[in-house]
């Protein structure tokens, strides 16, 4: 009887090992299925085009790329502005400016970039949203917060007693180092007052 036991379980341990063996493979097949569906995907760095440039339009912005390999894919971008400010290149992916932006206008813009079969109108990937910022230059002088600013001191008041707080702003990005910085001048009475950075 413990014979016919010990034939048993021999006869039984391969196909237990075989089963794991099987089952390690499907999961290794599995893996791969699904480490190559993640590789079928949008690749691109963040876009970002200079306000105001003074070259010829069309100006390139970046580049939208999928790894979806089909000869008759075509590339398609919708959203604010897409086909009017924005266009792509529909074999390439190259992105396109086709006027001068203003950052103080409009800071950034999102975009819904697509890869579609040209012969069926079918998506070859999901659809992808993008955003392009647009980067600031130091185009814009300081202005005051409103037009006069009245101040008084009574007299013989001592030397460095507040006349007056007066405010300009920079519509530049304050993010941006020195762009958005503000300081003061006394152009006329200089001999009597002067005024700090903090107005």
């Known amino acids: 009887m413990s014979h016919h036991f010990l034939l048993f379980f021999l006869f039984l341990a391969p196909a237990f090992a075989d089963g794991g063996s099987r089952k390690s493979t499907q999961n290794l097949c599995s893996n791969d299925v699904s480490h190559k569906r993640q590789k079928r995907d ?26 979806v390999r089909n000869n008759n894919a075509k590339y398609i971008i919708e959203g604010e502005y897409a086909n009017t400010i924005f266009k792509v290149e529909e074999t390439s992916g190259d992105v396109y400016a086709f006027e001068r932006l203003d950052r103080e206008k409009k800071a950034e813009y999102e975009l819904t970039a697509l890869i579609i079969d040209r012969t069926n109108n079918r998506s070859l990937e999901r659809p992808s949203k993008f955003i392009i910022k647009v980067y600031d230059i130091n185009d814009n002088a300081p202005v005051f917060v409103q037009k006069v600013f009245n101040g008084s001191v009574p007299e013989m008041s001592p030397v460095g007693t507040s006349v007056t707080k007066v405010t300009a702003v920079d519509a530049d990005d304050p993010t941006v180092s020195g762009h958005a910085t503000v300081t003061y001048e006394v152009t006329t009475g200089g001999e009597y007052f002067t005024i700090d950075d903090s107005g």
């Not at 691109?44 to 999928?66: A, C, F, R, Y």
Request: no cysteine; glycine share 4%.
């Open 42 to 67: 949008w690749i691109w760095n963040q876009m970002h085009i200079k306000e105001e440039i003074d070259t010829p339009l069309p100006h390139h912005v970046g580049k939208i790329t999928s790894s």
